[in-house]
């Protein structure tokens, strides 16, 4: 069986208590899962404008998938 979907809740999960990650860790591990074709899910009932700031630059989250519940990249 092989991983198809990674699905994460950003608030106290994804994110410290300072709402920050770390960013390298992060982009090295997305860029292997992206190798593998393995999807990325953002779980939140924050605001997708609030979502797409926590990744400035890099842009990979596209339009929700569900009203203010999840944003597939």
């Not at 992060?26 to 009932?45: D, H, P, T, W």
């Amino acid at each position: 069986m092989s991983i198809k979907l990674i699905a994460v809740d950003m608030d106290g999960t994804f994110l410290s208590d300072a709402k920050t990650y770390n960013r390298p860790r992060f982009l090295a591990q997305y860029q292997r899962m992206r190798e593998q074709n393995i999807r990325f899910v953002v779980a939140s009932g924050n605001q997708y404008y609030q979502l797409i700031s926590f990744f400035p630059g890099d842009r990979p989250i596209r339009s929700p998938s569900w009203r203010k519940t999840a944003a597939g990249w």
